[in-house]
């Protein structure tokens, strides 16, 4: 209980952080980590085959798939013109591990903002009693701008792995009902492509802060110091 008291006494909203880079920029990084993890996790889509039979209307095959991308565990069946159904038939590839990366970059990093964005609304004079909270701050900027161009470029690659693995054009290659089977409409990926551009945007993001994150460290000289009237300086009135 002490120490909740503690936190509740030293909480004092300033609002000030926001109108600075420093706290400007966190916010965006909050709100665009939130979109990467959003729009890879939440995925679902699917891909379509067509069954062309003589004189009957066109038979449809929509194998779904989505996050983690684990294909293999999606089966789908063909149906042939006499109305029998195939064997289970899979997609093919695991991608589970580039996808569950970039997400898990994404909920740490959408963590930290929140940590961050009341550590400095609300501790602010915590944040620079000592140099401490700088220079931790830089080095976890510093590390998430580094994930996210690791896990940006890992999903970038696994996505397109995904496209391949769920063309129509390919899929029909692979089945045995080639005479009768024909590609149908590829599966909608704007929303995946976006989450590959939500990743690097982060990554830019968090690479930039880094320097405003710096500027409140130790290791940040001001060019221009005042001078003083030992230096030099011209004494005040």
């Given at each position: 209980m002490d120490t909740?008291?503690?936190l509740?006494?030293?909480?004092?909203?300033?609002?000030?952080?926001?109108?600075?880079?420093?706290g400007?920029?966190r916010?965006?990084?909050?709100?665009?980590?939130?979109?990467?993890f959003a729009?890879?996790?939440?995925y679902?889509?699917?891909?379509?085959?067509?069954v062309?039979?003589?004189?009957?209307?066109d038979?449809?095959?929509?194998p779904?798939?989505?996050y983690?991308?684990?294909?293999p565990?999606?089966?789908?069946?063909i149906e042939?013109?006499?109305?029998?159904k195939?064997n289970?038939?899979f997609l093919?590839?695991?991608f589970?591990s580039s996808?569950e990366?970039?997400?898990?970059?994404g909920v740490f990093g959408?963590l930290?903002?929140t940590?961050?964005?009341i550590?400095?609304?609300g501790?602010?004079s915590v944040y620079?009693?000592?140099?401490?909270?700088p220079?931790?701050?830089l080095?976890?900027t510093?590390?998430?701008?580094?994930l996210?161009?690791v896990c940006?470029s890992?999903?970038g690659?696994g996505?397109?792995d995904?496209?391949?693995?769920?063309?129509p054009?390919?899929?029909?290659?692979?089945?045995t009902?080639k005479?009768?089977c024909?590609p149908g409409?590829?599966?909608?990926m704007g929303?995946l492509?976006?989450s590959?551009?939500?990743?690097?945007?982060?990554?830019?993001?968090?690479?930039s802060?880094?320097w405003f994150?710096?500027?409140?460290t130790p290791f940040?000289?001001?060019p221009?110091?005042?001078?003083?009237?030992?230096?030099?300086?011209t004494?005040?009135?």
């Amino acid at each position: 209980m002490d120490t909740v008291q503690k936190l509740k006494a030293g909480f004092s909203l300033d609002l000030g952080p926001l109108k600075e880079p420093l706290g400007f920029i966190r916010v965006l990084e909050w709100v665009f980590t939130i979109f990467a993890f959003a729009t890879t996790g939440g995925y679902s889509g699917s891909t379509q085959l067509l069954v062309k039979c003589p004189g009957v209307a066109d038979k449809t095959t929509n194998p779904v798939f989505g996050y983690p991308f684990r294909l293999p565990a999606t089966h789908y069946f063909i149906e042939s013109c006499n109305g029998s159904k195939s064997n289970n038939t899979f997609l093919q590839g695991d991608f589970s591990s580039s996808a569950e990366f970039f997400v898990s970059v994404g909920v740490f990093g959408f963590l930290y903002c929140t940590a961050t964005l009341i550590l400095y609304l609300g501790y602010q004079s915590v944040y620079r009693q000592t140099s401490r909270g700088p220079i931790v701050d830089l080095v976890v900027t510093a590390a998430f701008a580094f994930l996210w161009l690791v896990c940006s470029s890992a999903w970038g690659k696994g996505l397109t792995d995904v496209k391949w693995a769920t063309n129509p054009d390919q899929l029909v290659q692979t089945l045995t009902c080639k005479d009768i089977c024909t590609p149908g409409e590829f599966p909608s990926m704007g929303r995946l492509n976006a989450s590959v551009i939500f990743g690097f945007l982060n990554m830019i993001l968090w690479a930039s802060n880094c320097w405003f994150i710096y500027k409140e460290t130790p290791f940040h000289k001001d060019p221009n110091p005042p001078a003083t009237m030992e230096e030099g300086g011209t004494p005040g009135p």
